[in-house]
């Protein structure tokens, strides 16, 4: 824990440094001047995670320490307090996501962009900093999407255990039910669809000189005329594109309705002409396109599980086709092997790799 310790001491006093006042000289320093400058102590974590840190990054102005249970934020005194008029302000640290290295969703969005979205190897135009805190972004909306998720099923799970046919009021059958469906349903696909606007985010951000790139169509689009149909990147837009159109047709269809050709149909449990129970389910109308009623909890369980892996899969496609050459020599977007992981990037998939010797090795 002490070599833990030391290295957010190290990386504080590097953001330290970054925003030391300067408007009084070494000769004049105040108590305040000595306080902020000095060494200190912090430890990392709510009382409910003990977990080890591995891994600080440094994003921006911001200092990111990653336990393996939660990531939290670091703001020193001086960024708090820039002009030094209080003494009493102390740094300060914030739990901004419950899941940390231990986590895929973590791997497979902040720390792949941590690990890629590297200034040396993508052109000087590309934002990294902008693109890591989009993938941030998206990590923040897929804990949020995961709990929502979780809390509807286990809800789903307990209705249905609790309905029991023989035991009913006469005349009519009562059936189970969940309230606010409306109001579930529609947070589920806004969370869905902010994760998508953040990787269209960093999509733009390769694509700056393209006005025309607004969306997962017109990226397909683009990408299609200036690297043919048979490209890598091509193809893996191609074959994610129809669930996140499903997605933003979704989220549009929910809160700008317009029957009868644009709107969904959500469905709490129900009686089928079979005299079967039909669990909660949404049918979505929309651009001319129909989505047969599908179970909720089932298409919420498939859009939680793909999305991380799009992300992951687009960053890595979207680094790959814009990587250029260091020192001459190119690089290669690869796959991680175990002797290159960390703690940290445990399960991150792809790093960049540097010819040496005819043998590709990890660059970085």
């Known amino acids: 824990m002490s070599s833990q310790m030391g290295n957010v001491q190290a990386e504080c006093r590097k ?63 001086d960024q708090i307090d820039p002009k030094r008029t209080n003494a009493s302000i102390p740094a300060v640290q914030q739990k ?16 792949t962009a941590h690990e890629l979205f590297n200034e040396k190897v993508l052109p000087k135009e590309f934002d990294t900093t902008k693109a890591k805190l989009h ?57 869905a669809d902010h994760i998508q606007r953040s990787l269209l985010s960093i999509v733009k951000l390769f694509y700056k000189k393209s006005a025309d790139v607004n969306g997962i169509d017109d990226l397909l689009t683009h990408a299609t005329k200036t690297y043919g149909p048979n490209d890598a990147l091509v193809q893996y837009v191609s074959s994610v594109s129809e669930i996140l159109t499903l997605i933003r047709l979704t989220r549009n269809t929910l809160e700008h309705p317009h029957p009868p050709s644009n709107h969904a149909v959500i469905t709490d449990f129900s009686l089928r002409s079979d005299g079967a129970i039909s669990r909660p389910s949404i049918e979505v109308f929309a651009r001319g396109k ?24 687009m960053m890595a496609a979207l680094c790959e086709k814009h990587i250029v050459s260091f020192g001459g020599r190119k690089l290669h977007l690869i796959e991680m092997r175990d002797e290159h992981r960390s703690k940290l990037n445990k399960y991150v998939k792809y790093a960049y790799g540097i010819e040496i010797n005819g043998q590709i090795a990890k660059f970085g």
């Open 290 to 313: 129909h989505y047969e009623s599908m179970f909720l909890a089932e298409i919420m369980d498939a859009i939680f599980e793909q999305l991380p892996i799009i992300f992951e899969g």
């Open 96 to 111: 901004i996501v419950p899941l940390g290295s231990d986590s895929t969703l973590v791997a497979k969005t902040l720390l």
């Open 135 to 191: 993938a941030l972004d998206a990590l923040k909306d897929l804990a949020a999407l995961g709990d929502i998720c979780t809390a509807f099923q286990a809800t789903e799970a307990q209705k249905i255990s609790e309905f029991k046919v023989s035991i009913q009021p006469k005349g009519a059958l009562l059936l189970p039910s969940i309230a606010d469906m409306d109001a579930i349903t529609k947070n589920i696909f806004q969370k």
């Open 15 to 77: 953001v330290q440094t970054q925003h030391t006042y300067q408007g009084v000289c070494a000769m004049q320093k105040s108590s305040i001047d000595r306080i902020r400058e000095s060494g200190g102590r912090m430890d990392i974590g709510t009382p409910d995670d003990t977990s080890h840190i591995e891994g600080i990054l440094t994003i921006g102005e911001n200092l990111y320490v990653v336990k393996q249970q939660g990531i939290y934020v670091i703001k020193l005194a």
